[in-house]
């Protein structure tokens, strides 16, 4: 490709905008979050005397230790089980076909269209109805079900993108409908499912209205509700606030730097496949 | 989360392999067929519809059930009828709160798409290796982090000592400082901002991973018949790109439709309903006021707004697309 010098310049200008943009805010507030508690920090300005026990204190008075505990508790329960059906749905719709296939993903469909909000209320009253609220089951249970038609669509791509030879050839060494999916169709949807492990993950890991609504204790939420909850705490403490949104956020930052390809193949695709 | 709920259209993938099976598998694969007609494979969809049907679907039909009624979640409910629907469409707070989220739609999903294009354009065409690779890892870390983390961060920015407005006495534009997200006429714009923020990497890198596949002699051929960098965009980029821009503008849209936690973390809606938006709207009827009735009826009529932007997007994308 033939590119000019004022062309080069000038893209890289732009992308370099892009990127000020995007780092500045998370600068400021690294460094909101080195002044001395208490204070009300002066704009972006690198602090006189660094307080980096600020991060220890957030970390504790937030009890982030409980609040890990809780949130991996959630994604323990809702990554697994939701990849699981999702795959088993996949393989039902794309591989085997069954009757009713086109109306059953059409359905599906409909839940990948609609704002959470508007079945929250519904959902806060089932919930409650079952004795659940304040428990981490009202997290759980609801997620699953709204992740439900995304996982269902994207192991569907992979399963219909799959050619029919493999179920054949199971088929013809007399394997059942079961040992195909087990032993067949499970290993080589591996990658595809991993991608939307890590994509259920992030999603759980960062799901705030949810946590909002269904659980009043903080230490059963999960991140972002609790960092919500900090939020109303803390509101006008921005060194403290900052502290604690940074050390929520750096276990995904960490996660990411070291899974980047997959992480940004995952997102991508997610948008893209179909 | 940004991306949280990313949708797709869905395409259809005809299988070539069937087209072109052997004769020699012909009969299993008309054994395959017969498998598929039977109701067994039923059992590998029965646990997903049914948690689905259970707490999605099922939900869906309660908010239609709750929006027929008054009811403050606690006490007997009494039949409303379309009182609640009236209400949506004669409520100015209600309404407005919609109006604001389509003028959100020119920050979530035009900016970020018309900027991403530009973005992924420069990055592509240019042959800055290790630029782009950096650009690449850091506009994708505004999709990692909690979208109340965002909203924090950007509250702190635009706060009246903070660093935008200090960015703005330094330049000399001094007399145009103030509390951004509590001015009346600008906080809108503010949260708009945010959303751009976190939505720009997301589109710039979709598009731009879609961009690689496009034909590279398409490029060489258009910069031989004298195309410069913006005719070559128009000509190849943009008609290549098509599908990939309709899964972004439907993305952001419905991003844009249903965003709740920066505005719930960064205004809560104010100045007065300067910010409000229907997510928080729905939060606040639903269990601050406890007008569960309308706040389903309100859910309901987004939801409706959300598939009427929608369905042409998908049509548009599908007969221009293969």
Not at chain 1, 79 to 96: D, E, H, K, N
Not at chain 1, 135 to 163: E, K
Not at chain 2, 29 to 58: C, E, I, N
Request: include cysteine; proline fraction near 5%.
């Amino acid at each position: 490709m033939i590119t000019n010098r004022r062309e080069m310049l000038a893209g890289r200008l732009i992308v370099l905008v892009a990127i000020a943009y995007t780092l500045v805010p998370l600068l400021s507030m690294f460094l909101a979050a080195l002044h001395p508690q208490g204070t009300a920090p002066r704009g972006f300005e690198w602090p006189a005397d660094p307080q980096w026990g600020n991060f220890r204190d957030a970390f504790n008075s937030a009890n982030m230790a409980a609040l890990l505990k809780s949130s991996l508790i959630i994604e323990a329960a809702v990554v697994p089980v939701s990849v699981l059906i999702a795959t088993m749905a996949g393989f039902a719709l794309g591989q085997l076909r069954v009757a009713g296939h086109k109306v059953i993903f059409v359905v599906m469909l409909l839940g990948l269209t609609m704002p959470f909000e508007v079945v929250i209320t519904p959902l806060y009253y089932r919930m409650r109805d079952l004795g659940l609220l304040d428990t981490r089951w009202a997290i759980i249970l609801p997620l699953i079900a709204l992740f439900m038609s995304f996982g269902v669509f994207w192991m569907r791509a992979h399963f219909l993108n799959l050619p029919d030879e493999f179920s054949e050839a199971a088929l013809v060494d007399g394997a059942s409908t079961w040992q195909t999916f087990r032993y067949v169709h499970l290993p080589l949807a591996r990658p595809a499912m991993a991608t939307l492990a890590i994509l259920y993950f992030v999603w759980t890991w960062n799901q705030f209205i949810l946590a909002l609504v269904m659980v009043n204790d903080p230490e059963r939420r999960t991140m972002a509700g609790a960092l919500g909850y900090f939020q109303s705490q803390w509101g006008i403490d921005v060194v403290l606030l900052s502290a604690g949104s940074l050390v929520i956020l750096t276990p995904t930052l960490i996660v990411f730097l070291i899974f980047q390809r997959q992480f940004v193949a995952a997102l991508l695709q997610g948008a893209i496949k179909g | 989360m940004c991306a949280a709920r990313v949708y797709a259209p869905g395409r259809a993938h005809p299988s070539k392999h069937q087209a072109m099976l052997p004769k020699a598998r012909l009969l299993s694969s008309l054994r395959l067929r017969a498998r598929r007609a039977g109701l067994g494979g039923w059992v590998y969809v029965v646990p997903a519809l049914a948690v689905y049907g259970w707490l999605v679907l099922g939900s869906l039909g309660t908010a239609l059930q709750y929006s027929l009624y008054h009811w403050d979640g606690v006490g007997e409910s009494e039949w409303a009828g379309f009182d609640n629907y009236i209400e949506v469409f004669r409520n100015d707070e209600l309404l407005g709160a919609i109006l604001h989220s389509f003028v959100l739609i020119g920050f979530y999903c035009v900016i970020p798409v018309s900027c991403g294009l530009v973005m992924a354009a420069v990055i592509h065409g240019g042959r800055q290796r290790s630029l782009g690779t950096w650009a690449r890892t850091i506009l994708f870390v505004p999709q990692l982090i909690p979208l109340v983390a965002s909203g924090i961060a950007w509250k702190w920015m635009f706060a009246t000592t903070g660093p935008v407005n200090q960015f703005l006495r330094a330049v000399g534009l001094g007399s145009i400082t103030r509390a951004w997200l509590a001015d009346y006429d600008l906080a809108l714009p503010a949260v708009g901002l945010i959303g751009v923020w976190c939505l720009l990497g997301f589109c710039t890198l979709l598009l731009l991973t879609c961009m690689t596949r496009i034909d590279p002699t398409l490029y060489e051929a258009a910069r031989i018949d004298g195309a410069g960098p913006v005719r070559e965009f128009f000509a190849v980029t943009l008609p290549g790109l098509r599908n990939q821009i309709a899964v972004c503008v439907t993305v952001t849209i419905i991003l844009s439709m249903a965003s709740f936690d920066i505005v719930f973390v960064a205004t809560g809606g104010g100045p007065g309903t300067q910010t409000m938006v229907p997510g928080v709207q729905i939060y606040r009827r639903a269990f601050t006021y406890h007008e569960v009735g309308l706040a389903s009826a309100y859910g309901i009529v987004l939801m409706a707004l959300v598939l009427l932007l929608i369905l042409p997007i998908q049509r548009l994308s599908r007969t221009g697309g293969r």
